[in-house]
């Protein structure tokens, strides 16, 4: 199975959308994902697709946040939403995306990135608890659920608060 990864293209954004509904069996996500493409700070070269025989299979996409300290702002990046065709699921397609689109994020001179995901799936990735950091969500979740990673070395050492997400995800 030949996986293509690559930046998505206009041309993909009708096939994400409907990728990502059947992914998630509803609209909120994908509703998401057009808003914030639209933000000033959306970066083209994060928002990814994985193609399998000319057809859009998986998508990854990631925000620009802060993590808001009692003194200072740090940036960040949220990776959020990833979905795989329900077909096309534990073939390793979002294991391809989230690894290729990691050292884009890295290439590209962000320092981190957050997630709220599967606490036994982000881990391979090198994704640890965000508390591990003294990293908080802005909402409650679950502590293993919440996660934080550094693509810089020691990046996060000496940054603590809460994540700031842009308004779009409504918290």
């Known amino acids: 199975m030949e996986i293509e990864i ?45 193609v399998l025989n000319g057809a859009v299979v998986g998508h990854i996409f990631y925000s620009q946040i802060k993590i808001v300290g009692e003194n200072e702002e740090t940036p960040s990046l949220a990776l959020a939403p990833m979905a795989v065709l329900p077909d096309h699921q534990q073939k390793g397609i979002g294991k391809q995306l989230v690894e290729e689109s990691l050292r884009m994020a890295k290439s590209l001179g962000f320092q981190s990135v957050v997630v709220l995901g599967h606490p036994e799936y982000y881990p391979k990735f090198g994704f640890v608890p965000a508390s591990t950091f003294s990293i908080s969500a802005p909402i409650q979740v679950p502590d293993q659920a919440y996660m934080a990673l550094e693509l810089q070395a020691n990046s996060l050492e000496k940054v603590s608060g809460r994540v700031a997400y842009p308004p779009e995800f409504g918290i």
């Open 6 to 50: 690559r930046s998505a293209q206009t041309q993909d954004h009708i096939n994400i959308n409907q990728l990502i509904k059947k992914a998630f069996g509803q609209e909120n996500e994908s509703h998401l994902v057009n808003a914030l493409r639209h933000r000033p700070d959306h970066v083209e070269e994060l928002e990814m697709v994985a």
